[in-house]
């Protein structure tokens, strides 16, 4: 037979748990539902020696369109592209290419003017 002082262990350790378990439930319908950023223009740099950046941080000049895609699933961004003078046609192609097959749309190519979110 239990004595009342453990009863009431149980019971607040139960609650604790109910609790617990509410505030986890919350917590991911919380985590699931917020939206991903909308961008409307992105902008892909090719360095001289023909390594691909984008929001600065290197990234495979023939994944660009996949990167945008995994990163902002609801944007369908037009897509500039700075070149260094000494970049390879092949690169620029890769990058290119990868956009076009996506459907986005390429921007300039004009490195002077930084693209906006």
Request: charged fraction near 25%.
């Amino acid at each position: 037979m239990k004595t009342g002082c453990g009863l009431r262990r149980r019971r607040a350790s139960m609650r604790t748990m109910k609790i617990t378990g509410l505030l986890m439930v919350m917590l991911v319908l919380g985590a699931c539902s917020r939206e991903p950023p909308v961008v409307h223009e992105m902008r892909v740099s090719i360095d001289a020696s023909n390594n691909c950046s984008m929001e600065d941080k290197p990234v495979e000049c023939s994944a660009v369109a996949a990167t945008i895609r995994d990163k902002y699933p609801t944007s369908n961004p037009r897509v500039d592209i700075c070149l260094a003078k000494e970049t390879r046609f092949e690169a620029a192609t890769e990058v290119m290419n990868s956009v076009e097959a996506a459907g986005f749309p390429i921007g300039t190519l004009d490195c002077s003017k930084p693209a906006t979110g």
